[in-house]
């Protein structure tokens, strides 16, 4: 299975939010930046993530993204649901008449499976991951002085 880029920039996106957010409001064009994604097509994915709920948005002064539940509640599969639609279209083909000699029993298997590995991963884990893998934070290099 490939991941759409859209997909993969809103798993960028989603995950610098949980992140290097703590939980206050982030610029798409802060995101972008850390992420290397452009801000113009991060602000589009995450208003179909705004509209899917997984992200909630703050206007004005400070203003920015957060997520808009706990990330032990967002999942891969949220988020790819978010973008791509239903998991029974994941798979789904070209072809609207079903061949005869195609293994059409595997694509629901297929989506069925795939689909529960996207929700045992959520940006939580993936934190978690990230830490132990030594992703740096936003904000770790910069040093605070004392006088």
Not at 4 to 27: K, T, W
Not at 60 to 73: D, F, H, M
Not at 75 to 103: H, M, N
């Amino acid at each position: 299975m490939r991941l759409s880029l859209q997909v993969r920039y809103a798993i960028c996106g989603l995950f610098d939010l949980a992140y290097n957010g703590r939980s206050e409001p982030v610029q798409v064009r802060i995101v972008g930046e850390r992420q290397r994604i452009p801000a113009r097509y991060l602000e589009q994915i995450f208003q179909r993530l705004r509209r899917a709920r997984l992200v909630s948005g703050k206007r004005g002064p400070g203003g920015g993204y957060v997520l808009a539940r706990p990330p032990e509640e967002i999942s891969l599969r949220d988020i790819l649901e978010a973008l791509e639609g239903p998991r029974a279209q994941w798979f789904a083909g070209p072809d609207s008449v079903p061949v005869p000699y195609r293994p059409e029993f595997l694509w629901p298997r297929m989506a069925g499976q795939v689909s529960a590995a996207l929700a045992d991963t959520t940006l939580a884990g993936m934190c978690r991951e990230a830490a132990r893998s030594s992703v740096r934070r936003a904000g770790d290099d910069e040093h605070m002085y004392f006088i």
